[in-house]
């Protein structure tokens, strides 16, 4: 079975901080990851994927994340924060060869960003 | 851009009543989810529909739960008889294909269930 742990639910940065959320992924098959961002009231937003490409994704607004194999992680980072990233981060895993598609999420990360 | 969206963005109902909960997917995709998160929970897989049929669904996705594409735009998810815990917010998502690199699930923005 599939699942992602990402650690710390709050995480809090300066603003013009480096950004870095952490996710490990437990897979049995190469996977596809992803980053997914929830502005306040507002639904899930893709920052960036990773689909056995390029280990090295750069997504929307800055954000990169590394695909390390060596280490079943999958962090997203951003050399500068903004405080309008200040939102949940949700980090997610898909089996590329699974019939249903289905995304399965971890628990979410609250990046707060302080002035 | 092309988004999902979703009504109502929030529903209270009492217990044993049925909710119809809607979204209206990107037009030109085929493939189409279910999603839910219980507040401070995980969000949560609930069913694929593709070809007008649903391709998977999970555990939670008992009998109480259908899915429907009713008239070619609109996906809908009924449940029939609610709980307390069906009490969550639910994503509604579409994707053109199967993920890949040029494909992927976009998220509508949720329809905040409450049942009393």
């Known amino acids: 079975a599939q699942s992602v742990t990402q650690l710390g639910s709050h995480v809090s940065v300066s603003e013009g901080a480096l950004v870095l959320l952490r996710c490990n992924y437990s897979s049995s098959v190469p996977p596809y990851l992803f980053w997914y961002v929830q502005y306040p009231n507002q639904g899930l937003q893709l920052l960036l994927k990773?689909?056995?490409?390029?280990?090295l994704v750069k997504g929307i607004n800055g954000f990169e994340a590394e695909f390390k194999k060596s280490e079943t992680s999958f962090h997203l980072t951003k050399p500068s924060a903004h405080m309008s990233d200040a939102a949940e981060y949700f980090c997610a895993v898909s089996d590329p060869w699974n019939r249903d598609d289905k995304i399965i999420f971890g628990k979410g990360t609250r990046l707060h960003i302080l002035p | 851009e092309p988004e999902v969206t979703q009504t109502p963005s929030h529903q209270v109902t009492q217990m044993g009543q049925e909710v119809i909960l809607r979204c209206v997917p990107i037009?030109?995709?085929?493939?189409f989810y279910w999603y839910r998160q219980i507040l401070g929970q995980k969000v949560e897989f609930l069913v694929s529909f593709y070809n007008n049929e649903i391709s998977e669904k999970s555990e939670i996705f008992d009998d109480q739960f259908s899915v429907e594409r009713p008239d070619g735009s609109n996906f809908t998810l009924k449940i029939r008889s609610t709980k307390l815990e069906d009490s969550a917010m639910y994503f509604c998502?579409?994707?053109?294909?199967?993920?890949?690199?040029?494909?992927?699930?976009?998220f509508g923005p949720g329809t905040r269930l409450t049942v009393l």
């Open positions: 998502a579409s994707s053109r294909g199967r993920t890949s690199l040029t494909d992927t699930q976009y």
């Open positions: 990773y689909t056995s490409a390029a280990t």
């Open positions: 037009s030109n995709h085929l493939y």
